[in-house]
């Protein structure tokens, strides 16, 4: 019977959805929006993870155990252990591995750029002694002597290079070296700006090893299972780790795995916040389609329509309108993810190359989270609809009254006043703790706003449009009071806009004092006249700093190095100084000298009070490979957060770490009293020009390439925000539209009383114009608050100055007003078509 009588109703709202084709589109499109990054994030995410197995699958080949060392900045694995590995009875073959990092030049001279994918050379290994399948060579042939190198077709073309050609490759560690193609191979799995260069294995020991250990050494058993060779190897060679092919093949999936989640997460948490604003804004869009049909709602109920009928019916057209937006959502999610994918390629970083996968999970996922969202964003007005009386729905003026804001703005109060205090509390700490407060904080203040924007937008929007309206007239005058009439609309139409222009103020805030941190870091730390860099993991060649060295206006060039080593059972993190710090760093001695030769160390105050270290303390430090060196405390200096807790000489430092390792972080370079530093650079660009990968930098240079870097990271946030943005602006044409739905009557009236078409445009521009920046103006100052409060909490971090960018503050204002204007484009025109008669005859 329930089944009978909810038919008619079934069939009254797929009608009234076919009936407003408009109000539909726009309903459907904000489900997209919301969707469309969901089901984007997890296919581009999923074509990485599908590519990178099929990648993987290939990895070990042939390999039935893999012998490494259990501390990765070790280094290595020690030649030794191949004598003891091959005398072993289930051992059929041995191929020790040898690889590192390269620059491959091109035949212009220039470096071959990778954009973030792996540029390694290694040893060749003939197929008698490799153990995976031989690659397959397209010309040419493998190394055959030293000065020889194949690389992999991919490169070859990017760097323009053909059998028979020379070049050359920069090998950090070791300097420049002159080498000839011998061969070009085909890897089967190419990844975009993957290099692959291989030597003999003589020469590749000599260039990526310090001639004692190997990287790795893949094993081939005879007759015994990869477990029992495991162990049996594991046996023979008890301080190292030992792992099955099927191990090193799982432990690559995994790592991979890893490092794809925290993107997905990462472009996840995007798609939040879009279907946050999504959400919001079907909300809205409900709300008015209710307030639009009570009426009709109430004549449905006078005929008999039970009220549990009417609620569904409205949840029903949603669920509809759900399905519909969930199903567009996942194409436009596939577009997004093949257009992300495009762009990064675009931008040369390096992905790998495979057709898209579009998983059942990825498309439960977007319809249940579209589906969902969708109906329960109805379910309120549509309880609300369903009780309205019907006498009292059918009177005209009903539509436009709404029930007490009082309830919700003393809510939003106290909700306020929480999160003000969580921010002020946890910006005065630091750490985890301090921004797991700041950000209960935040959400305080989230939902205060969105509790009380109603009763805010009144006041705000008022006085907003007093300024901003006021030169147009008696028109600004009845758009002032078209954006506060309806409170309820206009709060959760701005509320989108504040969304996105909060998390833009907040990223904004991030970057600015990220930026003036680093260079108030910079002018506090270096008094060096140049800094000497190369790309990030790479660093300075070795070479570089001995060839400025000698320069004639060259006072010293001091190699900068990081540290990691093993004090008292724990991992340190410190630094070495290939020459002086006077000149180049600015510090301030506490007590003893900062003389950095021999076995000398030098610690800042608060690590040589933590630590109980005092002048001429013995410090053991213990390297990756067990090799411990005493290090004699020699001074203490002021705390200086670019120089770090401490500083071991160059010759500590060469002792702790290994070769492939000895590449310089930066060269800081000081110059002779009097030296004309313009003459200076030309000089620094002259002897370190065959190194092709280094810089020569002043200190605001320095700062600068420091501020690019952090500039790129925020135009990938900006441009991942900017969905969230683009929906909120929809948002608003959506809801203008449906206003003008809505006040047909209304707007055929003041048509009918003279108002001309321009005129009811303005009206609608004005209007739109102070939703957007009563929004934005709210968005803004949330974004600066939270910013702040994050930024705080990471003074230990380095971020110690917290800077407001004012200038994007204004134009985002100013943004808004626009887009205001620009949003309301569509509904203006539309209501300015509305026919005077039609309108004011119209039910």
Do not use: C
């Not at 001279?109 to 060579?137: N, R």
């Not at 260039?207 to 023979?236: C, M, N, P, W």
């Not at 019916?313 to 969930?326: N, Q």
């Not at 949330?782 to 503050?809: E, H, M, N």
């Amino acid at each position: 019977m329930a089944s009978t009588s909810s038919a008619p109703m079934r069939k009254v709202s797929l009608r009234n959805l076919a009936a407003h084709k408009v109000r539909l589109a726009l309903t459907v499109l904000s489900v997209v929006l919301g969707t469309a990054f969901v089901a984007g994030s997890f296919v581009f995410t999923d074509t990485l993870q599908k590519t990178f197995d099929s990648i993987f699958e290939n990895t070990a080949q042939g390999v039935d155990v893999r012998v490494s060392s259990e501390e990765r900045n070790s280094s290595g694995v020690p030649l030794a252990d191949l004598d003891t590995i091959t005398a072993l009875g289930g051992v059929r073959a041995v191929a020790p591995a040898v690889s590192g990092q390269i620059v491959l030049i091109d035949s212009d001279g220039a470096a071959v750029q990778t954009g973030g994918a792996p540029s390694i050379g290694e040893s060749y290994l003939p197929p008698g002694q490799a153990l995976g399948e031989p690659d397959e060579y397209v010309q040419g042939g493998p190394p055959a002597q030293v000065g020889q190198m194949a690389v992999n077709a991919s490169a070859a073309d990017r760097a323009q290079l053909a059998v028979g050609d020379t070049t050359k490759v920069l090998v950090p560690a070791r300097g420049m070296v002159d080498v000839t193609v011998s061969g070009i191979y085909d890897t089967g799995n190419e990844t975009g700006g993957f290099i692959g260069a291989t030597f003999v294995d003589s020469q590749a020991r000599e260039l990526f090893t310090d001639g004692k250990h190997v990287e790795y050494i893949d094993v081939a058993g005879t007759s015994l299972s990869q477990t029992e060779l495991r162990d049996e190897i594991a046996a023979a060679l008890p301080d190292a780790k030992v792992q099955t092919g099927d191990e090193v093949r799982e432990e690559t999936k995994a790592q991979v795995t890893e490092a794809l989640s925290f993107i997905n997460y990462f472009l996840l948490a995007f798609g939040a916040i879009a279907l946050l604003v999504g959400t919001f804004i079907i909300y809205n869009t409900f709300s008015m389609i209710v307030a639009q049909r009570l009426r009709e709602l109430a004549l449905l109920r006078a005929i008999g329509a039970s009220r549990k009928q009417v609620g569904r019916s409205v949840v029903f057209e949603a669920l509809v309108v759900g399905v519909i937006g969930s199903a567009i959502g996942i194409a436009a999610g596939v577009g997004l993810a093949y257009g992300l994918r495009g762009l990064l390629n675009a931008f040369d970083v390096g992905l790998p190359e495979g057709p898209l996968q579009v998983g059942p999970r990825t498309i439960l996922i977007a319809l249940v989270v579209g589906v969902l969202v969708t109906t329960i964003s109805a379910y309120a007005p549509a309880r609300r609809a369903s009780k309205v009386p019907p006498v009292a729905a059918m009177r005209e003026e009903f539509a436009s009254t709404g029930d007490s804001l009082h309830v919700r703005t003393i809510a939003g109060a106290v909700l306020g006043v929480l999160g003000v205090v969580g921010l002020v509390i946890g910006s005065r700490g630091t750490g985890g703790g301090a921004a797991a407060v700041v950000g209960a904080g935040a959400l305080g203040l989230i939902l205060a706003v969105l509790f009380a924007a109603p009763a805010l937008s009144r006041p705000i929007v008022g006085a907003l449009g007093a300024v901003l309206a006021k030169p147009f007239g008696p028109v600004g005058r009845l758009a002032r009071t078209n954006a506060v009439r309806n409170p309820r609309r206009t709060a959760a139409t701005a509320f989108a806009l504040t969304l996105g222009l909060m998390l833009v103020s907040v990223i904004g805030v991030f970057g600015a004092s990220a930026k003036a941190s680093v260079n108030q870091l910079v002018d506090s730390g270096v008094s060096a006249d140049y800094v000497l860099t190369g790309p990030n993991q790479i660093g300075v060649p070795s070479g570089a700093a001995r060839a400025v060295r000698n320069l004639d206006d060259v006072q010293s060039a001091a190699a900068l190095h990081p540290v990691s080593v093993k004090v008292d059972d724990e991992q340190q993190q410190g630094a070495s100084l290939d020459g002086p710090l006077e000149g180049v760093l600015d510090y301030k001695l506490v007590e003893g000298g900062a003389d950095l030769t021999g076995n000398h160390l030098v610690v800042s105050q608060t690590t040589a009070a933590q630590k109980g270290w005092t002048l001429g303390t013995t410090v053991p430090m213990t390297s990756a490979d067990g090799k411990v060196v005493d290090a004699e405390v020699t001074g203490v200096f002021e705390d200086n957060q670019l120089v770090g807790d401490w500083l071991v000489s160059d010759d500590v430092y060469r002792q702790v770490m290994p070769a492939a390792t000895i590449p310089d972080l930066a060269v800081l370079v000081d110059a002779k009293p009097g030296a004309d530093l313009t003459q200076l650079r030309a000089d620094l660009e002259s002897a370190t020009k065959q190194f092709v990968v280094v810089q020569v930098q002043d200190r605001e240079q320095f700062k600068g390439t420091q501020g690019q870097q952090i500039d790129t990271l925020l135009a990938i946030l900006y441009g991942l925000l900017a969905l969230a943005v683009v929906i909120a602006i929809l948002g608003i044409i959506n809801t203008l539209a449906l206003s003008v739905v809505e006040r047909r009557r209304e707007i055929g009236m003041l048509r009918a009383v003279g108002m001309q078409r321009s005129q009811m445009r303005r009206t609608i521009y004005l209007e739109s114009m102070l939703i957007a920046v009563f929004g934005a103006a709210v968005g803004v100052l949330l974004g600066i608050a939270f910013g702040w409060g994050f930024v705080s909490t990471l003074k230990d971090q380095g971020l110690d100055q917290v800077t407001v960018p004012w200038g994007q503050v204004v134009a985002m204002l100013l943004g808004s007003g626009v887009v205001g204007v620009l949003a309301a484009l569509w509904p203006a025109s539309r209501a300015a078509r509305t026919r005077p008669l039609e309108a004011i005859a119209d039910l």
